[in-house]
């Protein structure tokens, strides 16, 4: 199995304060995603990288910025965290084989008080 | 665009039946894939089965099942003899296949909420 892992699992912050989230695999996949989770509302996505700085906007992308400056990590940055950015933030990763199927890290749940 | 839609916010099973989750979608993409995720309590997003837009069967694994209309553009999920263990957040998912300007990525339902009754 791919492996893939996000860091912090859970953070609190305050409101302005600039975050950033990571996450890690291990293989070499391509393509790499960032997707935020609020109840109500599913998985949504906020950016997507598919190279080594090569990053594109998602469906939610204001307010966040990522980076990849190595294949095995994907950044995902809150330059001024607001209350409307808490939630729980996953990465993901495409790998091969049937389904073309995507690995999902564990989830970091993000409070901005 | 591309879109999911799940109509069931929450559904109740009693143990050992059978339930359906429905979801429909909307593509203007010959080409793609759907998908089913189970996010229990624990909240880690775990694959449960695919169905590509052209695999004239319907797909199956284990218990589920993906019941399969394209001309109506839904992908229900089929989960037989249920179990405790099926109380979870369900999401019905959707890529388009094409390489454009999507890159291929996952556009997700709001999920379903199943709790299985003893």
């Known amino acids: 199995d791919a492996g893939i892992t996000q860091s912090p699992r859970h953070k609190v912050t305050e409101t302005g304060t600039p975050v950033t989230l990571r996450c890690h695999q291990t293989?070499?996949?391509?393509?790499m995603y960032w997707y935020r989770q609020d109840p109500g509302h599913g998985l949504r996505l906020i950016h997507y990288?598919?190279?080594?700085?090569?990053?594109d906007k998602g469906e939610v992308s204001d307010g966040y910025s990522v980076s990849r400056s190595k294949t095995e990590d994907f950044l995902l940055t809150l330059e001024s965290a607001t209350s409307s950015q808490t939630s729980v933030y996953f990465c993901?990763?495409?790998?091969?084989?049937?389904?073309?199927?995507?690995?999902f890290g564990s989830g970091t749940r993000l409070t901005v008080v | 665009a591309q879109k999911i839609t799940q109509t069931q916010p929450g559904m109740f099973v009693q143990e050992k039946e059978a339930v359906t989750l429905d979801c429909t979608y909307d593509?203007?993409?010959?080409?793609?894939?759907l998908f089913w995720y189970k996010q229990p309590s624990s909240g880690e997003m775990i694959f449960l089965i695919y169905?590509?837009?052209?695999?004239?069967q319907n797909a199956t694994e284990g218990r589920y099942s993906l019941n399969f209309q394209k001309a109506r553009k839904s992908a229900n999920l089929v989960i037989s003899a249920s179990q405790l263990g099926d109380s979870a957040m369900y999401f019905c998912?959707?890529?388009?296949?094409?390489?454009?300007?999507?890159?291929?990525?996952?556009?997700f339902g709001k999920g379903t909420k199943l709790s299985v009754k003893p």
């Open positions: 993901a990763i495409r790998t091969t084989g049937g389904g073309y199927g995507y690995t």
């Open positions: 293989e070499n996949h391509r393509y």
């Open positions: 990288s598919y190279g080594v700085k090569d990053t």
């Open positions: 593509t203007s993409d010959q080409s793609y894939g």
């Open positions: 169905q590509g837009s052209y695999d004239e």
């Open positions: 998912a959707m890529r388009e296949l094409n390489y454009g300007g999507s890159q291929g990525n996952l556009i």
